[in-house]
């Protein structure tokens, strides 16, 4: 029996080995690539990039009043995606509406994200050429402010989104942990929580992947994730985001920021309609007890002083929206995705990955597990809906490809993952 153990033991150990070794081989295959774009292009003005116009404007009856005010939609758009926030699902929405309206995206080269964790480089672009100016930016990057103007027009709508660092903590634990070196000797079959109880004792600010086990947000804006909440550098972070984002969207509001969203873009509703991607099935979540949820908030300090200002902004813009008028747009906005989810989706729900019947539409899982859920499109949908529906089921991955972005890094990442996983 103690022989068997140990050989089970010396068999993690040399699989753990292994996949530390392809990790770094797959981290120095990118490296060439990152260095060769730190070289700082001179300072250019901001881009003089003509926008193409959609046809007509947009109408909506104006708050307080029955006057209708025209407005026109904004097309040149710079998201953050940040990390385990439902940005996938916003992702989503901007590839939908910047390919019906024939705009230009900013898009990763040979990965689906701009080499993060490196600071945004606008060398990291595809096809990218000096002077050249896009309409949309929205992939994983780790902000850097004027690396990412430099490739907008001047009047680029800035936004993006947050969570409670508690829930980001523990989905980010979840999907990283076997990615990140420090979780690898928690004991115990509840690392989280072990964590939780002494998070210095396995935190090392130096270690591999660690920006995944605190102030991930902070860390995906650009700032230094080991400040605590107390830091007037933390006042100042947040102060920059306020002036820079124009909008803050809040993952536990989602619906209320997509139609604050739509007010401030000029959008009609009919651009909002979304289905939740990369959702991970009920069984593979923690739920925190009060405790942990407090634990996990102060751990992730600087992203909790930070979520919390900018929940209080959201909901400020919720007042001067109006809350009727926002209750009734939101009962709207469900109304539709409802409509299109009995359109679409076969089953009308989610499902694991094992029940997904076209292989072009699983989505990407974390290493060793299946865990998120994908959707079966349904085999009749009327002729002028097809179109739609996939494009709205389809994972990150495979509409990065369908942009055609190049993406051998992630695919070979995929494949040492599927080998490991057996």
């Known amino acids: 029996m103690s022989h068997h153990l140990s050989k089970s033991g010396a068999q ?20 060439p690539a990152l260095q060769a774009s730190t070289q700082r292009l001179p300072v250019t003005p901001p881009c003089t990039y003509q926008t193409p116009t959609m046809q007509g404007q947009n109408s909506y009856l104006s708050r307080g009043t029955r006057e209708l005010e025209r407005c026109t939609p904004k097309l040149n758009l710079m998201f953050l995606k940040t990390h385990k926030t439902a940005g996938s699902t916003v992702l989503n929405i901007l590839l939908r509406f910047g390919q019906r309206n024939q705009l230009k995206f900013a898009l990763p080269n040979s990965r689906n994200d701009f080499f993060y964790p490196a600071p945004f480089d606008r060398m990291q672009v595809k096809d990218y050429s000096p002077g050249a100016c896009f309409n949309i930016v929205c992939n994983h990057m780790r902000f850097n402010v004027p690396e990412v103007e430099a490739l907008l027009p001047q009047n680029a709508f800035f936004f993006t989104i947050l ?12 999907y990283y942990k076997k990615v990140v070196p420090l979780t690898w000797r928690i004991q115990g079959e509840d690392k989280l929580s072990a964590f939780l109880n002494e998070p ?117 813009k919720v007042d001067a929206y109006g809350r009727k008028r926002m209750e009734r747009d ?14 679409c989706i076969d089953g009308g729900m989610a499902v694991e990955e094992g029940d997904i019947r076209d292989q072009s539409m699983k989505p990407w899982q974390p290493l060793g597990e299946s865990s998120i859920l994908g959707y079966n499109l349904r085999t009749n949908i009327d002729q002028k ?38």
């Open 200 to 316: 210095n004792r396995y935190f090392s600010q130096d270690g591999f992947n660690s920006y995944y086990l605190k102030n991930l947000q902070f860390f995906d804006l650009g700032y230094d994730n080991s400040l605590g909440p107390e830091d007037p550098a933390v006042d100042q972070a947040i102060q920059a985001v306020s002036e820079r984002f124009q909008l803050v969207l809040i993952s536990e509001h989602f619906e209320e920021s997509l139609i604050l969203l739509k007010d401030a873009l000029c959008w009609q509703m009919d651009d909002l309609l979304f289905f939740k991607l990369n959702a991970r099935r009920d069984a593979s979540v923690s739920q925190l007890t009060p405790e942990q949820t407090a634990k996990a908030r102060d751990w992730n300090g600087a992203d909790w002083k930070l979520y919390r200002h900018f929940n209080t902004t959201l909901w400020a």
């Open 385 to 422: 809906y097809s179109e739609l529906c996939r494009k709205m089921l389809t994972p990150e991955i495979q509409y990065l490809a369908e942009l055609g972005v190049n993406l051998w890094i992630t695919r070979l990442w995929g494949w040492v993952k599927d080998i490991l996983s057996l």
């Open 12 to 31: 993690k150990f040399m699989l753990g080995f292994l996949f530390t070794c392809i990790t770094m081989v797959l981290y120095c295959l990118s490296t």
């Open 163 to 174: 969570r409670d660092p508690a829930l980001v903590f523990e989905s980010s634990f979840h």
């Open 330 to 343: 939101v009962r709207e906005l469900r109304r539709r995705n409802t409509e299109m989810s009995a359109i």
